[in-house]
């Protein structure tokens, strides 16, 4: 790294700035516009309800005199400890091929090392998270982790629903959901008091992490008959345009639970000005096509070492 920058420990005081940074440095539009909600998430310390674990956190920036103009933020697994996830490292535009991201990404290496992890992932620690891996548009960050000696270990994507009017991801579900009432299905928004039932059953039938992210979400929606959850759907969890995650009971399958659900959830984004949504580190593509016309749009890198 050029001798005129420096790495100091990321302090509180600094994460506006870090933000700021991230507005600039971020690429791509969709990231940019949420960069002081994905730092915000990504500083988040400590347990979190509903998930198996801690999330210790480390975060350092490069500094040029007092103006910051590189980040990276790392944490320990929630399921497992001794991995360690780079989080995000970003250069300002203006400062990059100055060696600022390979120092960072090797503090950060070093310090997640303390915390106790002998392999680090440049992957998602959800339920706290703002991408799968790396973008493959970021091709500076690419080249920083092949460089860096990661190895390629999988390949996750997410898709996009159009949240415009007229979109097939608004269509109603006014017929759907009176289906369901005659079969005494009844679909809800969840309201304070429902969540830590939905993210226990989340927890118990899909896993820990998915109860962390149901319990932090910014809306639930949910199917219930005879007192029991079918499934829910949330948004918001891991960033404001984010749908995710989703889940249907076995014995509910089949049924149009999710369907309704995830329809209900866009347009519930939708009217929170949002004009598309991002269905996070999709699995069934098949479904999310069907009932939204989602396509399939950003395609994410995973990377793994040992340290």
């Known amino acids: 790294m050029d001798h005129a920058y420096e790495l100091a420990e990321l302090t509180p005081e600094r994460e506006a700035d870090v933000a ?3 507005r600039m440095a971020l690429d791509l539009p969709s990231d940019s516009i949420e960069a002081d909600q994905i730092v915000d998430r990504l500083r ?23 103006a910051v103009v590189g980040v990276v933020l790392g944490s320990t697994g929630y399921g497992d400890p001794s991995v360690g996830h780079v989080d995000l490292i970003a250069v300002h535009p203006e400062h990059r091929r100055h060696g600022i991201g390979r120092a960072l990404l090797a503090r950060a290496e070093a310090s997640l ?8 992932a440049l992957v998602g620690n959800a339920p706290v998270y703002a991408w799968p891996g790396i973008d493959v548009r970021y091709t500076a960050a690419v080249c920083l982790a092949e460089a860096s000696g990661y ?28 289906r369901l009432a005659s079969a005494g299905v009844a679909v809800r928004r969840a309201v304070p008091a429902d969540v830590p039932g939905l993210a226990e ?27 029991a959850v079918l499934g829910f759907a949330c948004w918001g969890s891991s960033r404001p345009s984010y749908f995710g995650p989703m889940g249907t009971a076995a014995a509910a399958r089949g049924l149009g639970v999710g369907g309704v659900l ?9 009217a929170a000005g949002l004009s598309s949504a991002q269905i996070g580190w999709v699995g069934p593509v098949p479904f999310y096509s069907t009932n939204s016309g989602a396509r399939i749009e950003r395609v994410f890198f995973l990377y793994r070492r040992s340290v």
């Open 262 to 270: 995830l329809r209900r959830c866009l347009r519930e984004q939708h």
């Open 20 to 22: 700021a940074l991230c």
């Open 44 to 66: 988040s310390p400590g347990p979190v309800p509903g998930s198996a674990g801690e999330r210790r956190i480390t975060g350092w920036v490069a500094l040029l005199g007092s």
């Open 113 to 120: 090392a303390e915390f106790g992890a002998t392999s680090i």
């Open 201 to 227: 059953f989340a927890a118990a039938e899909f896993g820990p992490g998915w109860g962390a992210e149901v319990a932090a979400s910014e809306g639930i929606h949910y199917a219930v008959r005879d007192g």
């Open 151 to 178: 190895a390629r270990a999988d390949i996750a994507w997410n898709m996009t629903a159009d949240l415009t009017p007229g979109s097939p991801a608004l269509a109603p579900t006014t017929e759907a959901e009176a």
